[in-house]
């Protein structure tokens, strides 16, 4: 039976002074450990968690360029033998010092391991959590003398712009392959869609008219997708009536499809997430396409001007197939903009995570006497404290979410989950048996030892 969490969440921050290394000054490090020189940027998991490691020596490291966004009280470094669910959950800590501090912005800093912790007892480095007992971010060392690991970080690009208080832009360049990888990072709603390109060149006003643009958001389902979009008028998308020719802010596709069912996009997806409230997906295009009709050149050296829009996507329905950017509204250097960009120059002012305002972002059930709420199991889309079991609990087809009850008020579950898997109510944020941790527990519901609420 694999573990299953679901718990009632009270927000209790507590908010620490800045966090400083109470390492043992007088602790002897060897340079022996074949992991000594290693780097590699950390995974994001949870709350806006970016940096990069390198181990210095036998027993100590350094995080540079680390941001997390606060509220936090007991975050450590954390080691474990992998990434697996049950081994991540009964780690260890690996140095003295905490990451308490109100937020984390840029910062740099080193730390040293315990005096009873070596490098070999480390396969997965990790920013731990004890208070929700969740993996913030990672780093997977290599083993067995490899100097490389198999994971890829896309939440860390070489270059960041921000576009707005809540939107950036972030881009990694390959001249020599022609193509550039685009990151587009929002404190949006699910329903937003992301827009960032290229204005044509020959045009001095009305940049968006003739503009190549990728379109980012979720599908219902909450899936990030993107889609390659041409602009040929200032509004939605649409099919003329007199001869069915597209016109609008339309993918590429409904251009040619609307007269000789070609297929041309040339925005591949790479990688995308919500986490904490925000949006990130990447994609990689080229900088010279072999579509010359939609696409436009991107010149790497050059100073070029580059749109950008936020507002809400329509979904497809019974008049079209394809997910659509509505009118973005708003005022300018908010809803949207323009600016001059070169690719190729070194850029970073995006100081610190973004920090959205609904940053727990789950959903929010309140149960009600006279329904019942309908318990399924699913992948692992969106989980409010990774790490987690490979298929998790959804209510009422929402994942995970926080769940609103009434003193005295009776709780209907109809489980539809399959004989393996067990319902139950506790105190445990992680479920599954908090004693197979050395953990204890308090079971309300679910079990023959349930308590009283």
Request: net charge negative.
């Amino acid at each position: 039976m694999y573990n299953s969490k679901i718990f009632l969440l009270i927000p209790l921050f507590l908010i620490n002074s800045i966090a400083s290394s109470n390492a043992d000054s007088g602790q002897k490090c060897s340079n022996t450990s074949s992991l000594v020189g290693f780097e590699s940027n950390f995974t994001m998991v949870r709350h806006q968690l970016r940096g990069h490691l390198k181990i210095l020596d036998g027993c100590s490291f350094q995080v540079t360029g680390f941001d997390m966004l606060s509220g936090l009280s007991d975050v450590v470094f954390w080691g474990a033998v992998s990434l697996n669910f049950s081994d991540l959950t009964s780690g260890f800590p690996i140095s003295g010092q905490r990451l308490n501090q109100t937020a984390y912005k840029n910062a740099s800093f080193s730390a040293q391991l315990l005096p009873d912790i070596t490098w070999d007892q480390i396969n997965v480095l990790s920013i731990w959590d004890n208070a929700s007992t969740s993996d913030f971010g990672h780093v997977t060392l290599p083993q067995n003398g490899s100097n490389s690991v198999s994971d890829s970080v896309h939440t860390v690009f070489d270059n960041c712009k921000n576009l707005s208080d809540n939107y950036r832009v972030r881009w990694n360049l390959n001249v020599e392959e022609n193509w550039i990888e685009i990151g587009l990072e929002a404190a949006a709603p699910t329903t937003y869609y992301m827009a960032f390109g290229w204005a044509n060149p020959n045009r001095t006003k009305e940049l968006m008219s003739e503009a190549d643009v990728t379109v980012a958001s979720f599908t219902e389902e909450g899936r990030p997708f993107v889609d390659d979009f041409y602009i040929t008028a200032y509004s939605e998308c649409k099919l003329s009536s007199k001869d069915r020719t597209a016109i609008g802010v339309c993918p590429d596709v409904v251009y040619e499809n609307s007269k000789n069912g070609m297929m041309v996009p040339n925005t591949w997806w790479v990688y995308g997430h919500r986490r904490d409230g925000d949006f990130l997906t990447m994609f990689r295009k080229p900088l010279i396409s072999t579509d010359k009709k939609y696409d436009l050149p991107v010149y790497p050296n050059e100073d070029m001007t580059v749109i950008w829009a936020l507002g809400l996507m329509k979904p497809p329905n019974e008049n079209g197939s394809h997910f659509l950017p509505q009118f973005h509204g708003g005022p300018e250097k908010f809803a949207y903009g323009y600016l001059v960009l070169n690719v190729s120059e070194k850029e970073d002012d995006c100081f610190g995570p973004l920090d959205a305002d609904d940053n727990e972002d789950q959903e929010l059930i309140i149960a009600d006497t006279d329904v019942h709420l309908v318990v399924t199991t699913g992948e692992v889309l969106h989980y409010p404290n990774p790490p987690s079991p490979s298929k998790v609990l959804y209510v009422n087809n929402k994942e995970a979410p926080v769940l609103r009850v009434e003193r005295g008020v009776p709780v209907k579950f109809l489980v539809q989950a399959g004989h393996d898997v067990a319902l139950y109510i506790t105190s445990d944020s992680l479920g599954g048996n908090a004693t197979l941790r050395n953990a204890t527990e308090t079971i309300y519901s679910g079990g023959p030892e349930a308590k009283e609420l």
